[in-house]
């Protein structure tokens, strides 16, 4: 997922992943929130490089030696998910917590990207001449 207005990599159905997430636009942030149920705080790594967001997870199988499972839906092992954030957000101020099996990231829009009011003046002449 981008969080550009344009994103060539939404499709038009939904998507199943180990790692589900929602995102939230507002005024100054974006605030992304991943379903991490049964992980440990311990077992769970965001990190960001070159405007790439990675939310790495572990989630160890718990069952006995003994134990015969007859269905399997829970994913278990490495749970990764990668958001593309653009250049209107500030990757240096990104905050992450951790609550009943929540991750939830906020990501600050940059100070650059955002809205400001211009201020009109009256000198056209030398604007032309810049």
Do not use: C
């Amino acid at each position: 997922m981008l969080l550009t207005s344009f994103d060539p990599f939404r499709s038009a159905w939904p998507v199943r992943t180990a790692l589900p997430m929602d995102g939230t636009r507002r005024e100054n942030d974006v605030v992304l929130m991943f379903d991490l149920p049964g992980v440990s705080q311990e077992n769970i790594e965001v990190s960001v490089d070159r405007g790439v967001l990675t939310v790495s997870a572990q989630r160890d199988e718990q069952k006995a030696d003994a134990d015969r499972p007859f269905i399997r839906e829970r994913v278990t092992g490495t749970l990764r998910r990668r958001v593309y954030l653009g250049d209107a957000y500030d990757a240096g101020q990104i905050e992450a917590a951790y609550e009943n099996g929540v991750l939830t990231v906020r990501v600050p829009l940059a100070e650059q990207a955002k809205a400001r009011k211009v201020e009109i003046g009256t000198d056209t002449k030398k604007m032309i001449a810049a």
